[in-house]
């Protein structure tokens, strides 16, 4: 089975800074990872994934992320933070491969950008 | 407008009262699923169903049951609610064949209030 921690339950940070969104996953198979996002009110969408390949991977909205295996970690980047990120992020993992299509997910952080 | 289409968008529920949530997805997906949004515990999964016909147990399955007559639709049952049910419950649905990492595509949620 697999497992996702997310290290943060809230990060404050101000407009215009970058910002982190940390990720540790455990599990004893290879993973995809993804990373979600939920604004108030409304369902999850995808911000970015990795399935193979490089690991510094883009996604929507400027946001990127990192995989590192040796760390078991998949942390969320953005340079610099708008109003309009605000929401919560969700960091999920599931096993490589088909035949099991069912993500585990983190218990979320919520990003508050500060005008 | 393709996805997933979720009903009601919000519901309160006196006790031990029967409840079924709706789901129905156009994307012809065949895995749909069903998770629970509590505040500081994410997503977890309360059931699957990988193919038309198929239906599995996630992680909080007790109290619910689900059913899958055809591709398209995938209701949530609450036999006899009770107050822990009370959640924000959303419908998720993924293609399982040919290439794709099986990102999952979300609802807008269903919220329920158990009394």
């Known amino acids: 089975a697999q497992s996702v921690t997310q290290l943060d339950s809230q990060v404050p940070v101000f407009e215009e800074a970058p910002v982190e969104l940390r990720c540790n996953y455990s599990?004893?198979?290879?993973?995809?990872l993804f990373w979600y996002v939920q604004y108030p009110n409304q369902g999850l969408q995808l911000l970015l994934k990795?399935?193979?390949?490089?690991?510094l991977v883009k996604g929507i909205n400027g946001f990127e992320a990192e995989f590192n295996k040796s760390q078991t970690s998949f942390h969320l980047r953005k340079p610099s933070v708008h109003i309009s990120d605000t929401a919560e992020y969700f960091c999920?993992?599931?096993?490589?491969?088909?035949?099991?299509?069912?993500?585990?997910f983190g218990k979320g952080t919520k990003l508050s950008v500060i005008p | 407008i393709a996805g997933i289409t979720q009903a009601p968008t919000s519901q309160i529920l006196a006790a031990g009262r029967r409840m079924t949530l709706r789901c129905t997805q156009d994307m012809r997906h065949n895995a749909m699923y069903w998770y629970r949004q509590d505040l500081g515990l994410g997503l977890r999964l309360i059931h699957y169903?990988?193919?038309?016909?198929?239906?599995g147990k996630g992680e909080v399955p007790d109290g619910y049951s689900v059913s899958r007559a055809n591709t398209d639709d995938f209701p949530l049952t609450l036999a006899s609610a009770v107050p822990s049910q009370t959640s924000v419950y959303f419908c998720?649905?993924?293609?399982?064949?040919?290439?794709?990492?099986?990102?999952?595509?979300f609802g807008e949620g269903s919220r329920l209030t158990v009394l």
């Open positions: 998720a649905s993924t293609r399982t064949s040919g290439s794709g990492s099986g990102e999952l595509f």
């Open positions: 990795y399935l193979s390949g490089s690991t």
């Open positions: 999920a993992v599931r096993r490589s491969g088909a035949g099991s299509y069912q993500l585990t």
């Open positions: 599990s004893s198979v290879s993973v995809y």
């Open positions: 169903s990988n193919t038309a016909g198929t239906t």
